[in-house]
């Protein structure tokens, strides 16, 4: 069987446009939470993203016939880990620094090492231990709890992290049996309905004109992001692809000074550090467990 080569000048170049579009989305989500919830954002992110998906479909396929699904309990399920990390992500944006949410983002990969073993049946051995035990460090490191106030944000931020984490691991089983735009269908559709629920019951406000390019901004980089990373690691290995995505938190740390006047914390660059060396030795070891069964 014929093995693809990598290509790692195409995947770093997905991997910008992936970088570009989190930053963006959080600049905007930003912007759109000094007049809406976060529930309202992600209403309205969710409708557009349904009417990009669905114009999709139609032009590719002239019909919705791919929409259909045998496992719709996975899809719901998927889609409520996601519409919570999702939820409580733009909650973080407005309650602690742009770099510290990003580094405490970064442990998404930790708690799927953790979670997989109940959810996936995947083995969880002294390497992985001693990964997420790294990772925990780092996030310490981020937060520096003790010299400074922990507040709601730091925990929205790690909270967030798992759902995103429960997220992939039931993305893993839907792409199984389900393509891209079925999954991004049922995403927009389902968490759109949670959010106008959510909405209604809080408090639901039409968006002021002045908003509505920065909810389209979020909106189209919420799935901008998502396909140029899922690109990328078509084109090289996650090995190849993850230290990429590290330059996300220098650069998202430089917008934060630019636009917010936030401070440049030595103290989480080491921490981020350190929860992307863990990542780092996780994907290698899972690497060489994989190499070592063939």
Known sequence: METRQPQPLKAAVWMCGAIVSFILMAVAGRAVQVDLSTFELMFWRSLIGLGIVSALIWVRHRNFALIRTAHPGLHLT?????????NLWF?????????QLVALEFTMPIWVLL?????????????KILVACIGFAGVLIVAQPG????????????????????NLIYTRKIMQFNTVLCVLFWMTFSQGAMALVLGLAT????????????????????????????????????????????????????????????????????????????????????AAGGRRKR
């Open 203 to 286: 408090g639901f406000h039409w968006p002021p004109t002045a908003l509505w390019p920065w909810l389209a901004v979020v909106a189209v980089t919420g799935l901008t992001a998502h396909f140029s990373l899922t690109t990328a690691l078509g084109l090289a290995p996650a090995m190849l692809v993850a230290p990429m995505e590290f330059a996300r938190l220098p650069l998202i740390a430089l917008v934060g000074v630019w636009l917010y006047a936030e401070p440049l914390d030595p103290m989480v660059f080491l921490g981020a550090a350190l929860i992307f060396s863990a990542n780092i030795w996780n994907l290698r070891a899972s």
């Open 147 to 166: 010299s400074n106030a922990l507040n709601l944000g730091h925990l929205a931020g790690i909270l967030a992290a798992i759902g995103f984490a429960m």
């Open 78 to 86: 998927r889609n409520v880990f996601h519409f919570t990390g999702q």
């Open 91 to 99: 909650y973080g944006l407005t309650m602690i620094p742009l770099s």
């Open 115 to 127: 979670l997989a073993p109940m959810l996936l049946g995947e083995s969880l051995d002294r390497t």
